[in-house]
């Protein structure tokens, strides 16, 4: 519209004046254009626009009406017609101000122009506004509820789930599915694939070719990882990733990422023993596949994290339920027993009878507290594993009286988030084991975690397992179950010269270097 305006002044022949109102409508179209839509500064430039048009229309010449629709219609967009409204009555009274201080306002001629673009400007606004109001009424229809959209999600993701290999979305199991697959297309002596744990660092989903893969897995390092991972770009060179082995032209490392929309999920890492072994072609081939990998790896990673939120929601829930209520009431019913033994004080056999209530009452709130505190536990982002079993050991040992020893050794690295909730898990169910049924006077904590390694055992040296144990075998199910849930392997053993040791292994222990 501003061209238009300048080609009917320029095919008239322009005058000096028009020139110097063209190049002020120029200034406030410039700063209506730039600054945000609904920003003031674009009020101000529509503003501006509206008062050289009609100020310009007015005195000099009426094609200058041409651009008149152009703010008024912005500001019905933007602002709706209320404000536009406004501006145009704004202009109809210059326009008429204007008209009337230079004697032009009763010529048929001017008159007829300003009448027309006045009314093409309220007309544009009008059909401007309505349109907005449709687009915003659609919008907001078209806006699931929360929890309709999270239906469809969980249904959505339900359908996926059950077309995945294995009908999982377990990330263990599609990484382990993912390897296989690739390196039955390209030779490769070793691999694994890789994802984040929001700590800078990569965790191990899967590797194949050795028992144990000493990855280079920071973030912050200058390695071929930490590169694909930051470019999103395949890397391949001709050294280990691993950091105990030394260089050798005699290896090829090839490192591809897992890129969905455009985030990196994770990263697959082959190695082979020769030179040479990941030409362009194979390479091709590998990133071939990493696009749907790398969406079927991010749906199960974020499955994993929603059901790991929902797990801990549950238990906070629990935990606030059992407080406000059961524990409550007992610790009600306690100081009811302790006003009865003090109204009772020659009722011998009664006084005696209610300390033995009493003393049970004290029992069943302690354990309902302990519970509370497992319940709350979980493994803190920061603090790592063996801090969130060691927390818990030696508050269960100040409660029950034992004497707890730890021995801790953990990495920098972290395990996936999922396995570590399931380790604190199974730590917490045998050291209430041993507080529970063992009759246990001193407990031991081991917690080794070096990953894709982790080794976590709880010793006592009470009781012992047996057949008339009151909390049977349903307590070793449920760690067992837990165990084969992350591939741990579960070992209860007698511990010399007496009580039990209940160890849970995950991978391989590195080598003594």
């Not at 789930?161 to 599609?174: I, K, S, Y």
């Not at 990133?287 to 969406?295: E, S």
């Amino acid at each position: 519209m501003l061209a238009l305006v300048a080609a009917l002044l320029f095919i008239d022949g322009t005058r000096a004046e028009e020139l110097l109102w063209l190049a002020l409508l120029l200034i406030a179209v410039a700063i209506a254009t730039v600054a945000p839509p609904a920003h003031r500064i674009a009020h101000f430039g529509r503003a501006a626009e509206v008062l050289v048009v009609a100020l310009a229309a007015s005195g000099v010449d009426t094609g200058f009406l041409v651009y008149l629709p152009v703010p008024v219609v912005g500001t019905a967009l933007a602002s709706g017609m209320v404000v536009a409204g406004g501006y145009l009555a704004a202009a109809v009274a210059l326009l008429v101000a204007g008209g009337a201080a230079d004697g032009v306002l009763d010529e048929r001629r001017h008159l007829a122009a300003c009448l027309t673009w006045v009314v093409v400007a309220g007309v544009s606004a009008y059909q401007a506004g309505v349109l907005q109001r449709a687009f915003l009424a659609r919008r907001t229809d078209e806006t699931p509820q929360p929890y309709v959209e999270a239906t469809r999600l969980l249904t959505q993701l339900r359908s996926v789930a059950r077309q995945l290999p294995g009908a999982t979305l377990d990330p263990g199991g599609l990484a382990e599915h993912l390897l296989d697959e690739v390196r039955a297309m390209v030779p490769s002596s070793r691999g694994a694939v890789l994802s984040g744990s929001g700590g800078g660092r990569l965790v191990v989903l899967a590797q194949a070719g050795v028992e144990r893969l000493d990855w280079e897995t920071a973030l912050d390092t200058e390695s071929s990882v930490a590169d694909s991972w930051a470019t999103q770009q395949p890397v391949v060179s001709g050294r280990s990733q691993a950091r105990s082995v030394a260089p050798s032209r005699d290896i090829s490392s090839m490192v591809v990422p897992l890129v969905a929309g455009v985030r990196t999920v994770g990263l697959i890492i082959l190695e082979s023993d020769t030179a040479g072994a990941y030409p362009p072609a194979i390479l091709a081939r590998v990133t071939g596949l990493t696009g749907a990998a790398a969406l079927r790896l991010e749906a199960a990673l974020l499955f994993d994290e929603v059901r790991s939120l929902a797990t801990t929601e549950e238990r906070q829930r629990l935990a606030r339920e059992i407080h406000d209520g059961v524990a409550q009431e007992l610790v009600m019913v306690g100081y009811g027993i302790d006003n009865a033994v003090a109204a009772l004080p020659d009722a011998a056999a009664a006084e005696e009878e209610l300390r033995i209530l009493r003393a049970e009452v004290t029992r069943v709130i302690t354990e309902l507290r302990l519970s509370l505190f497992e319940l709350r536990s979980e493994v803190d982002r920061y603090g790592g594993l063996t801090a969130a079993i060691a927390d818990y050991a030696r508050t269960v040992g100040a409660s029950a009286g034992l004497r707890v020893h730890l021995s801790l050794d953990e990495t920098t690295a972290r395990l996936p988030a999922a396995v570590e909730a399931e380790l604190l898990r199974i730590a917490q169910e045998a050291i209430t084991n041993a507080r529970k049924h063992a009759g246990a006077e001193n407990l031991w904590v081991t917690c080794a975690v070096d990953p894709p390694f982790a080794q976590v055992e709880i010793s006592d040296d009470g009781s012992g397992i047996g057949e008339n144990r009151p909390d049977g075998r349903y307590g070793l199910a449920i760690m067992a179950e837990r165990a084969e849930r992350i591939r741990g392997r579960l070992e209860i053993t007698p511990r010399v010269p007496n009580g039990t040791t209940v160890a849970v292994v995950l991978g391989t222990a590195p080598r003594a270097r």
